[in-house]
């Protein structure tokens, strides 16, 4: 069917789509008029009756605050009063006639107590010396040997002496829901401070009941009386679901938020307002829900006001409609016709209109998109012919390399003929050097390929300089395959050689070692050189090091450094111990790398 009048409608021409939408656009307003009439008295009357609901809601909340409190002020009591702190000191292997005096004199005094008050809760005191005192006629199992580490006798524990509120989640039987909610503290001893029970005090559900009773009811309207967690502890008029926790979408909202109403939806129900209250002094919520059909009935009549004035002006807007669209229709099929063009592929077309409406801000906006276009056009044009000379450039760049290398293995040759061996070695090592270098297997390398170049530069290194130093390099077997950077140690080398042995008089010594400490690579090059100042060791750690042109010390330091801190970020380290003319050690640890791919996502 949607098919149907997609397809009816690309066959109406453009002047009458326009009518259509004119049309469309004059019944709008009036649509939303008597609908925002129809809302705003619907709402006027919602809000007024959601306020009283939840006016009502905080008078029920005051007078549950003031039982919590008539509850706590009772447990104060209980606390305060001297026989009974007196019975709890005394101690568990007393004689049973003495005990029997205790638990008459404690009835009395908890009967005492409740004779003011028609509550329906029940009190027990909980000596830790084994004494039970309760005004029920029966003690629960739980009470009879409690655990200090469980439920409420945990909290009130915790809260060393001050009243706690836990809530009880379980299932009652059918008509009788039981206790619902509970207070309880630990009794400590006045004077020491000396724990000696805990003091529980049980409130049933119709105690609570007879407080929430007064709260308005609408017909198919439900009230909950839950905890912070949701917990069902009373509700009207259905008490079924006491003791357990309120599945319902609305709850999140309401256990974040303090006091407020707003609707929810549901697809088996009909929309309702959901209004709710929390207590200040113990946190709980009295929720109230309410059906939104039944507080709407007075608002029908705005609805039908708005649908007969709607009909009226249908009529009165045909005719503008129909000369507005006339007007419209020669600029906009203008641009159709220039549209064409360009998909024909005529891009040098342009919309020249006298009209600044928003025809005419249309034809401005497709000039522009037409000089986006090709601007677009030519710069990808450019980018192109720019990665093309890249290509070249990058080609003919590679010719260097190979060239120097093929004359490096001439000379190697030439050189044995002649059996001029310190050429043929420093031509072999340069020659593996730079092949080394013009290789594409990525940032990291095997370990002992690297080393491996290490050992060609140093070979070159020692044709140079001759005698003047000793080198040493020991890596254990078993980490010969793992990864490392490609060139990490050769700028430390070279440096050790150039700024240390170099400026040291008489023979020198450099030893470089690859170990594995846990989970790291530690790479140590240690030279008996002419060491360095501390204080510009600890620079060029810091990356803080400023060279001048003329020296250029710390320079290759200071990119080991970087290139250090790029691929690995803090999980390197950089040490640098040195003295003037007493060496220098540098240490490097890193992290075990087992694939290259391993090293790209450190």
Known sequence: MLQKIQAYLSRINLQNKLVALFLLLSVIPLTLLGTFSYNKASSVIQEKVYQTVLENLSQVNHSLDYFARDIEQLSIYIYGNNEIQEVLAKPSNRSLVEKLEDEKKINGILKMFLGFKSWDIDIYLLGLNGDRYFTGDLLPSPYEDFNSNWGLFRKARLADGNVVWDTHYAMKKINDFGVVLSSGRLMKRIGTNESLGYLVIDIREPALADKYDKAYLYPGGEVYLTDQSGYIISSTPSKQQIGTK?????????????????????????????????????????????????????????????????????????????????????????????????????????????????????????????????????????????????????????????????????????????????????????????????????????????????????????????????????????????????????????????????????????????????????????????????????????????????????????????????????????????????????????????????????
């Open 246 to 602: 309120l599945q319902a979408a609305f709850m999140p909202k309401v256990i974040e938020g303090t006091k407020g109403f707003f609707s929810i939806d549901s697809p088996d129900e009909s929309t309702a307002m959901v209004i709710y209250d929390t207590s200040k002094s113990t946190g709980y919520k009295l929720i109230s829900k309410v059906p939104v059909n039944m507080v709407t009935k007075d608002s029908l009549s705005i609805r039908n006001l708005t649908i007969s004035m709607i009909i009226l002006e249908v009529i009165v807007f045909f005719v503008i409609a129909y000369l507005i669209s006339r007007t419209l229709t020669r600029p906009m099929r203008k641009l159709n016709s220039l549209m064409r063009k360009v998909e024909g592929g005529d891009m040098n077309v342009s919309f020249a209109s006298k009209y600044n409406d928003e025809v005419g801000q249309l034809g401005q906006s497709f000039n522009r998109m037409l000089g986006q276009i090709n601007h677009l056009i030519n710069e990808v044009y450019e980018k192109q012919l720019m990665l093309q000379q890249a290509e070249l450039k990058a080609v003919q760049a590679q010719f260097n390399p190979h060239f120097l290398y093929n004359t490096l293995d001439s000379i190697n040759w030439m050189a044995r003929i002649h059996k001029v061996d310190d050429i043929s070695q420093t031509a072999v090592a340069l020659g593996e050097l730079l092949r080394f270098s013009i290789r594409k297997d990525g940032l990291f390398i095997p370990i002992e390929e690297d080393l491996r170049q290490i050992n060609n530069y140093l070979t070159i290194q020692k044709i140079r300089y001759r005698d003047k130093y000793e080198a040493t390099l020991e890596i254990e077997s078993d980490i010969q395959k793992l990864y490392m950077p490609k060139l990490l140690l050769q700028p430390i080398i070279e440096n050790a050689i150039t700024h240390g042995l170099e400026m040291k008089m008489g023979k020198g010594k450099i030893d470089i070692s690859v170990k594995n400490v846990g989970e790291r690579i530690r790479f140590v090059v240690h030279d008996d050189g002419a060491g360095m100042d501390p204080i510009r060791a600890e620079q060029i750690m810091n990356g803080e090091y400023v060279t001048n042109r003329l020296e250029k010390t710390g320079i290759g330091l200071d990119n080991v450094r970087k290139r250090l801190l790029l691929y690995f970020g803090p999980e390197y380290k950089l040490q640098i111990d040195s003295a003037v003319q007493q060496g220098t050690t540098i240490t490097i640890e890193i992290p075990v790398i087992t694939s290259p791919e391993e090293g790209k996502h450190v």
